[in-house]
């Protein structure tokens, strides 16, 4: 059985030290782009033989576990790396920017939406300023066409005129013709009015689209030039060999419930669940809360012992510790998944608030007040502090040196799985 001692409970030292992003990162990365460009990793695509990068202790293998990927130590990686807080600094600027697109992503929709509506007001508008301008040609060509008959027929006093029914006496006619003009004048002076005001209308809606426009086409390429950006410091990650805890899923749900029935082992859920709607439930609260759901899985295969008795729903061991008699029980699978993928976010997101999360605090992890619980997660002691899986342990976590290679051998695992199967 492995045995675990929580950081977020004991409180033990911590390995990486809060950093001020900005100021790290303009000292860090010309000394985290040079040495990454002189080390040798893997690609990201392939599981690598030897261990994570320096910036934690290399370790053998899971003790008590039936995940145990096997019995010889990984290698330990030579090359050097940059120092941890770079490290911290880079993977925590790549989470904000990832946050950041996100924010950028849901503007340039909302934008896109304004100009649709604004497109089709214009188009609107047009469509009234034309019908209105029809109707006003249409009473101009009447009083022309009244004026011009009754120049035409000036000494013909018993025709009737045009317009004006049973009026014979074009004396009398033009009396009323007189009085319709001045009428139809009036009306079309008011329709002149608005269509001045459609008019003018008009040039708003397409000052607005235009000024939309310019917005949108600002935010689309604030969008390209920092989504450039983070995937070259992600790129500087990969080869680094660093994990981010934040971050899209790289599996399927059904690569990782595949991988993990393919490994036959016994495995007991709450509910009788079975481990597809586990891992179900690990990818719609990681896609929650941007945490790569197959590395928490991950975790609880190291944690639970492959889910062999599970029945608590606590699959990250929260609240555990060498010392402790017991841990706290999730009242559902779903709960406990949420809380274990909400403490990652405290412990990787420096921008981490109850208010931004997806749902409210865990209350298992939190308590039950709803004030005091998002208080205690804007608290959190750790926050932001431990943004890629190669710092958990040592006191991070878990006390044990070793946690992040056992952990992060298990989707090496599955990403090899995946590749096979998928190849």
Known sequence: MLLRSRAHRARLPLVLVPVVVALVLAAAAPAIAQEATTATAPPTSVPPTSAPPSTTPTAGTAPGSDTTPGSSTPAANTTPHPDPDAFAALANQVTQNQSLLTELSTEVTQTTQRLAVLASEIADTQQKLAATRAQMDQLRQIVRARAAYIYAHADAPQVAVADIQHVEDLTV?????DSATQADASHIHDLGRVANQLDQHEQDLETQQTQQQQQKDRLVAAQAALASVTARQKKLLDEAGAVPVMGDAELTPADVADWFT????????????????????????????HVRPELAFAQAIIETGSFGTAL?????GIGACDSCVGEPAFPTPRDGVRGQIQLLRNYADPTSRAANLANPPSPTIYGSDPVAAAHAYDTFFAKGTVPTWNAMGNGNWATDPGYAPKVLTVPYQMVSFAAKRNG
């Open 173 to 177: 006619g033009k009396k009323y013709a």
């Open 262 to 289: 393919s490994r036959g082992v016994h495995y007991q859920l709450a509910g009788g669940m079975d481990i597809k709607d586990l891992v179900q439930l690990y990818f719609d609260e990681g896609r929650a809360e």
């Open 312 to 316: 608590d729903s606590n699959y990250a």
